[in-house]
Protein backbone atom coordinates (compact mmCIF):
# COMPACT_ATOMS: atom_id res chain seq x y z
CA UNK A 1 0.00 0.00 0.00
CA UNK A 2 1.29 3.01 -1.16
CA UNK A 3 1.73 5.78 2.46
CA UNK A 4 2.14 9.63 2.08
CA UNK A 5 2.09 11.47 5.81
CA UNK A 6 1.75 15.32 5.79
CA UNK A 7 1.54 16.88 9.26
CA UNK A 8 1.43 20.93 8.76
CA UNK A 9 0.77 24.43 9.75
CA UNK A 10 -0.84 25.35 6.48
CA UNK A 11 -4.36 24.81 5.47
CA UNK A 12 -4.92 21.30 4.40
CA UNK A 13 -7.64 22.32 1.97
CA UNK A 14 -5.08 24.09 -0.11
CA UNK A 15 -2.82 20.85 -0.24
CA UNK A 16 -2.58 18.78 -3.39
CA UNK A 17 -4.81 15.73 -4.24
CA UNK A 18 -2.61 12.97 -5.05
CA UNK A 19 -3.46 10.93 -8.30
CA UNK A 20 -3.81 7.15 -6.48
CA UNK A 21 -6.36 5.77 -9.01
CA UNK A 22 -5.60 3.23 -11.10
CA UNK A 23 -7.63 0.93 -13.57
CA UNK A 24 -7.94 -1.45 -10.19
CA UNK A 25 -9.50 1.32 -8.15
CA UNK A 26 -13.21 1.22 -7.73
CA UNK A 27 -13.30 2.93 -4.59
CA UNK A 28 -11.64 6.98 -3.61
CA UNK A 29 -12.88 7.78 0.28
CA UNK A 30 -12.28 10.81 1.79
CA UNK A 31 -12.85 11.98 5.24
CA UNK A 32 -12.52 15.51 6.78
CA UNK A 33 -12.26 15.99 10.64
CA UNK A 34 -13.20 19.62 10.98
CA UNK A 35 -13.02 21.98 13.93
CA UNK A 36 -16.72 22.78 15.31
CA UNK A 37 -17.62 26.03 16.70
CA UNK A 38 -18.06 24.20 20.54
CA UNK A 39 -15.30 22.52 22.83
CA UNK A 40 -16.90 21.12 26.10
CA UNK A 41 -19.64 23.09 25.40
CA UNK A 42 -18.03 26.47 25.03
CA UNK A 43 -18.15 28.94 22.03
CA UNK A 44 -14.73 28.79 20.04
CA UNK A 45 -13.15 30.62 17.20
CA UNK A 46 -10.34 27.78 16.75
CA UNK A 47 -8.40 24.22 18.38
CA UNK A 48 -5.01 24.09 19.07
CA UNK A 49 -3.00 21.22 17.74
CA UNK A 50 0.74 20.53 18.93
CA UNK A 51 2.48 16.95 17.58
CA UNK A 52 5.61 15.60 18.02
CA UNK A 53 6.13 15.53 14.21
CA UNK A 54 9.33 12.39 13.56
CA UNK A 55 7.29 10.25 15.84
CA UNK A 56 3.66 11.22 14.99
CA UNK A 57 4.65 10.37 11.24
CA UNK A 58 6.25 7.40 11.80
CA UNK A 59 3.39 6.32 14.04
CA UNK A 60 1.13 7.03 11.17
CA UNK A 61 2.86 5.15 8.85
CA UNK A 62 2.89 1.91 11.30
CA UNK A 63 -0.26 1.86 12.00
CA UNK A 64 -1.27 2.06 8.09
CA UNK A 65 0.79 -0.89 7.71
CA UNK A 66 -0.23 -2.86 10.30
CA UNK A 67 -3.56 -2.87 9.14
CA UNK A 68 -3.25 -3.33 5.68
CA UNK A 69 -3.34 -6.80 6.21
CA UNK A 70 -6.45 -6.56 7.12
CA UNK A 71 -8.05 -3.76 5.12
CA UNK A 72 -6.51 -3.93 2.03
CA UNK A 73 -6.33 -1.08 0.02
CA UNK A 74 -4.15 0.43 -3.08
CA UNK A 75 -2.98 3.70 -1.26
CA UNK A 76 -3.64 6.23 1.93
CA UNK A 77 -3.13 10.26 1.90
CA UNK A 78 -2.65 11.47 5.42
CA UNK A 79 -2.69 15.52 6.10
CA UNK A 80 -2.83 16.56 9.73
CA UNK A 81 -2.67 19.97 10.61
CA UNK A 82 -0.59 21.69 13.81
CA UNK A 83 -1.52 24.94 15.25
CA UNK A 84 -4.18 27.20 15.44
CA UNK A 85 -7.11 25.99 13.34
CA UNK A 86 -10.34 28.12 12.55
CA UNK A 87 -13.81 26.55 12.94
CA UNK A 88 -14.94 25.49 9.32
CA UNK A 89 -11.52 24.13 8.77
CA UNK A 90 -9.93 20.62 8.38
CA UNK A 91 -8.03 19.48 11.22
CA UNK A 92 -7.17 15.98 9.23
CA UNK A 93 -8.01 14.66 5.56
CA UNK A 94 -7.76 11.19 4.82
CA UNK A 95 -7.88 9.68 1.72
CA UNK A 96 -7.66 6.30 0.73
CA UNK A 97 -7.80 4.66 -2.90
CA UNK A 98 -9.46 0.32 -3.16
CA UNK A 99 -10.41 -1.84 -5.34
CA UNK A 100 -13.76 -2.36 -2.86
CA UNK A 101 -15.70 0.25 -0.86
CA UNK A 102 -16.35 -1.71 2.34
CA UNK A 103 -12.31 -2.15 2.98
CA UNK A 104 -11.66 1.47 2.12
CA UNK A 105 -14.46 2.62 4.73
CA UNK A 106 -13.17 0.11 7.21
CA UNK A 107 -9.43 1.01 7.06
CA UNK A 108 -10.96 4.96 7.63
CA UNK A 109 -12.90 3.10 10.83
CA UNK A 110 -9.90 1.41 11.88
CA UNK A 111 -7.16 4.16 11.53
CA UNK A 112 -9.32 7.02 13.12
CA UNK A 113 -9.45 5.39 15.82
CA UNK A 114 -6.01 4.02 16.16
CA UNK A 115 -4.84 7.44 15.25
CA UNK A 116 -6.56 8.93 18.99
CA UNK A 117 -4.95 6.53 20.76
CA UNK A 118 -1.76 5.88 19.59
CA UNK A 119 -0.36 8.68 17.92
CA UNK A 120 1.54 12.10 19.30
CA UNK A 121 -0.73 14.68 18.11
CA UNK A 122 -2.47 16.39 20.67
CA UNK A 123 -5.37 18.78 21.05
CA UNK A 124 -4.39 21.57 23.39
CA UNK A 125 -6.99 23.86 23.50
CA UNK A 126 -10.00 25.64 22.03
CA UNK A 127 -9.42 29.83 21.91
CA UNK A 128 -12.20 31.99 21.66
CA UNK A 129 -11.68 34.93 19.41
CA UNK A 130 -11.36 37.72 22.14
CA UNK A 131 -8.59 35.41 23.14
CA UNK A 132 -6.91 34.86 20.36
CA UNK A 133 -7.21 38.80 20.10
CA UNK A 134 -6.07 39.31 23.33
CA UNK A 135 -2.84 36.89 22.80
CA UNK A 136 -2.67 38.41 19.25
CA UNK A 137 -2.72 35.04 17.39
CA UNK A 138 -5.10 34.87 14.19
CA UNK A 139 -6.23 31.42 13.50
CA UNK A 140 -3.88 29.87 10.81
CA UNK A 141 -0.62 30.73 12.88
CA UNK A 142 0.79 27.68 13.62
CA UNK A 143 2.70 26.37 16.83
CA UNK A 144 5.31 24.40 14.05
CA UNK A 145 6.29 25.58 10.52
CA UNK A 146 7.93 22.21 9.89
CA UNK A 147 6.18 19.68 7.47
CA UNK A 148 6.93 16.18 7.15
CA UNK A 149 6.57 14.47 3.70
CA UNK A 150 6.01 10.93 1.89
Known sequence: MEIHVLLTADRLEDQPVPDFCNPGTGAWVEFRGLVRDLEQDRPIA????????????????????????????????????VGLIPVGEAAIIVRI???????????????????????????????TADELQAAGRPPGTGLSGGTSGP
Open 46 to 81: ALEYEAYEPMACSEIRRILSELQAGYPCQAVQVLHR
Open 97 to 127: AAAHRREAFALLAAFMDRLKEDVPIWKRRGW
